[in-house]
């Protein structure tokens, strides 16, 4: 008895966006789709989700999509939406066409503000995102931040006092770092993650954020070779340093 769990081949295509029950079954009747080279022409085979199923199962001589448990870090533009729902450009359309119909759907953990760029990380792994955004494991995270004005100079007492109170809010904020590149831009690490948090806190100081950009999540830091737009599907390390508190981890491995 297998000690992994089976799907048919049918369903685990359908659920990766390859088409319909129908469609997968005529993929597989041509000999489109194979495992380890050898064709695989019924669509009801039930076929063992291993760490490597993905990689030996091939549609037209290319690998399958990842499985679903995916984890994706994706560097979002200025001017797209995180949200399946608004209207205007979307982070999912970034994606392959095909993983938007992927099931389960792929959603954003945590969001960054349309006027925010930078590392956003994906998932369509329920429990990991809500480890991820649970407000006990306070995940830091850090900003590069453009100022509108210079500092007046008080600015990282403030943040790190954990006594500044947002406007229309009644509970401090968590002791935040801030880093001064110059006069005007800056690195801010946060351990929470509130409603436009960055931009509040500026704002709250007498200034403005004009350009925002996240550069890490716990131990995954963006890399410079991943262009505005574009993602990499990351490992099981990726995951777990996601979760810490460490910096400079290759998304890639």
């Known amino acids: 008895m297998s000690q992994h769990p089976t799907l048919r081949l049918d369903r685990l295509l359908g659920n990766l966006g390859y088409g319909s029950r129908r469609e997968i079954a005529n993929m597989a009747a041509r000999g489109r789709v194979r495992l380890d080279g050898a064709a695989l022409r019924d669509a ?12 030996r199962l091939t549609i037209d001589g290319e690998p399958v999509d990842p499985l679903p448990g995916v984890l994706l870090m994706l560097h979002k533009p200025v001017g797209v939406t995180c949200s399946h729902k608004e209207a205007g450009p979307l982070v999912f359309r970034l994606l392959p066409e095909r993983w938007q119909r992927r099931d389960p759907a792929i959603s954003a953990i945590g969001r960054l503000d349309k006027d925010t760029s930078g590392l956003l990380l994906l998932t369509d792994d329920g429990a990991f995102l809500h480890q991820i955004i649970s407000p006990r494991r306070h995940i830091p995270k850090r900003y590069a931040a453009t100022l509108d004005r210079p500092l007046r100079g008080d600015e990282a007492a403030v943040f790190a006092s954990g006594e500044l109170t947002l406007e229309s809010e009644k509970t401090p904020l968590l002791p935040a770092a801030l880093e001064i590149v110059d006069e005007r831009e800056v690195v801010v690490t946060l351990t929470e993650g509130r409603y436009h948090q960055v931009r509040r806190m500026f704002a709250a100081v007498g200034n403005h954020v004009v ?13 410079d070779d991943l262009k505005p737009g574009e993602f990499a599907v990351l490992g099981e390390s990726g995951r777990t340093a996601a979760l810490n508190g460490g910096e400079g981890h290759s998304p890639h491995n």
């Open 44 to 55: 009801e085979l039930r076929l063992p989700l291993n760490a490597d199923t993905a990689a």
């Open 211 to 223: 350009a925002l950009r996240r550069l890490s999540v716990g131990g995954l830091t963006l890399p």
